[in-house]
């Protein structure tokens, strides 16, 4: 009698490689290191993600194509915020530089996680705007907003 493979269901531990790509390439690529490990349901991947894994057999390989938004929401202008330098000292090196491109990671309010957010522009004397003492950061995923391909190899489902 052969058993049935075990499939995705919520809550379920998964090991997995996956690759997460939009227009521009890949934002995250396992597949040429050591595979993921992640609980459904916690967060790790977005929900839209989640619903594409449930149901699927353990050692299944496929590819999702999510249109623009469905990952991971649209973008939200109120997402690109100005940080003073003065907190940023604060937080971490005073003698920090930052560049456009830059990804900076942030504590939580409650100090438990972390959020990143990518630099922008930065702030300089005779920009007439005010923000000379200030990084403009995009608190967006990089894919917010945009088509993403899905792809993933379930090694184990527990």
């Known amino acids: 009698m052969t058993?049935?493979?075990?499939?995705?269901?919520?809550?379920?531990?998964?090991t997995l490689h996956y690759r997460l790509a939009g227009p521009g390439?890949?934002?995250?690529n396992t597949f040429n290191d050591?595979?993921?490990t992640l609980s459904l349901g916690t967060?790790?991947?977005?929900?839209?993600m989640e619903r594409c894994l449930i149901g699927l057999e353990e050692g299944s390989r496929t590819t999702?194509?999510?249109?623009?938004?469905?990952?991971?929401?649209e973008r939200n202008p109120e997402m690109q915020q100005w940080v003073a330098r003065k907190l940023l000292n604060q937080m971490g090196d005073p003698?920090?530089?930052y560049h456009v491109g830059d990804v900076v990671q942030f504590p939580t309010p409650d100090g438990l996680g972390t959020y990143a957010g990518a630099v922008q522009k930065v702030g300089q004397d005779g920009d007439g705007d005010g923000k000379a003492d200030?990084?403009?950061?995009?608190?967006n995923h990089p894919l917010a907003g945009q088509p993403?391909?899905?792809?993933?190899?379930?090694?184990?489902v527990l």
Not at 134 to 139: N, R
């Open 134 to 139: 200030a990084v403009l950061f995009d608190f």
């Open 64 to 73: 999702f194509e999510l249109p623009a938004g469905e990952a991971f929401g």
């Open 43 to 48: 967060g790790e991947l977005s929900p839209a």
């Open 25 to 28: 390439g890949d934002i995250i």
């Open 148 to 156: 993403v391909t899905f792809e993933v190899h379930l090694i184990g």
């Open 3 to 14: 058993s049935t493979p075990p499939r995705v269901q919520p809550g379920s531990f998964l």
């Open 34 to 36: 050591k595979a993921a």
């Open 95 to 97: 003698d920090e530089q």
